[in-house]
């Protein structure tokens, strides 16, 4: 148990002194009428299933969410997709100009984008051949303004997890606030960190509906915290920063896990077959090891392979720029049809 772990010392000090708009839906939570008359928020009164502003505090989604995921309300905020939360992470905690974090490339791009919208220094340590944190490179770039460590894990682009002994020596070692990004975690065989959230104080984890909830056009990500960081989190974000359709869309979905579960393991199996099939191609020369709803490969020319693809109508990401990534290329994976289509591209051009 990390004990030596202060969230009040990291709060930028106009966060500390800020005080957060209260909506109109705010001041009334604690009605619970059906008979009530909304005057208070200026809204067009004919009803059309939109015209009222959304419940700020998503409260009928946090409580699917919590049974789903065994963690209290009171330890979940949601965003208008991860990106969101990540903004907010930056906006309460890091002092534009004087604070720093760091990163692990190759890794999700938004850390360094937001990085630099909040004008924050972004100090990087590639991860080992392997796609691995190296731990006491890490340890030796924090200084007394190091504010956050991103730890993508599962990650992405590579798609392994990262190893759990070297992710707990820096939440115990590192007294700044570790957000451990699980973006791809329900296709990983590996426990979620939300079974240790208590644990660690300086622990942030993010998650997403865009993945394996296959809810990616409505834009819901979530964060999972202590109590103190919500709060704080809670303070900052926009009143209505999720819409109704959104949160009706995700508790449709929610509602339905059975259906889920059925999905993730078909794209599990589909995960399993593709890298079969993958290794018959000529030109792949290594296949990373994946614990996402992707593979990455590396191939003689990547920039030569993208640019065919894209020629028979298959869009992959090419990542050979990306730092350890040269000649890579990272295929989602599709349905049946679409990897056996993939597949039997990629052998017609073998002899290309």
Known sequence: MKTNFNINSL??????????????RDEYKDATSD??????????????????????????????????KNVPQKNILLGNGSDEVLDLIFRAFCEPK?????????????????????????????????????VAQIIEKINKNTKILFLCSPNNPSGNSFSTNKVEELLQKFNGLVVVDEAYIDFSEQKS????????????????LSKAY????????????????????????????????TQQKAVERLLKMAEVANEISEIIK??????????????????????????????????KRYNQL??????????????????????????????ERLIKTLKLLKNI
């Open 35 to 68: 008979d009530m008359i909304f005057l208070d928020a200026n809204e067009n009164p004919f009803e059309n299933g939109v015209n009222r502003y959304p419940d700020p505090q998503q409260n009928s989604v946090k409580e699917l969410l919590s049974g789903i």
């Open 98 to 134: 004087e604070d720093n974090i760091i990163t692990l490339p190759p890794t999700y791009g938004m850390y360094s984008v937001l990085a630099n919208i909040n004008n924050i220094e972004n100090r990087e340590v590639l991860l080992t051949e392997d796609f691995q944190p190296k």
């Open 310 to 339: 894209i020629a028979k109508g298959i869009v992959i990401r090419n990542r050979t720029n990306q730092p350890l990534c040269e000649n890579c290329l990272r295929f989602t994976v599709g349905t049946n049809l679409e990897n």
């Open 193 to 208: 960190w939300l079974e240790r959230l208590e644990e660690f104080p300086n622990l942030i984890i993010t998650q997403t």
């Open 11 to 24: 709060v930028r000090e106009n966060i500390k002194s800020l005080k957060p708009y209260s909506s109109a």
């Open 270 to 303: 589909e995960r399993t077959s593709l890298v079969q099939h993958l290794k018959e191609i000529n030109f792949i020369t290594k296949i990373y090891p994946t614990d996402c709803n992707f593979v990455l490969v590396k191939v003689d020319d990547a920039t």
């Open 214 to 245: 296959g809810l990616a056009g409505i834009r819901l990500g979530v964060c999972y915290a202590s109590t103190e960081i919500i709060a704080i989190l809670n303070n900052i974000k926009p009143p209505y920063n999720v819409n109704e359709l």
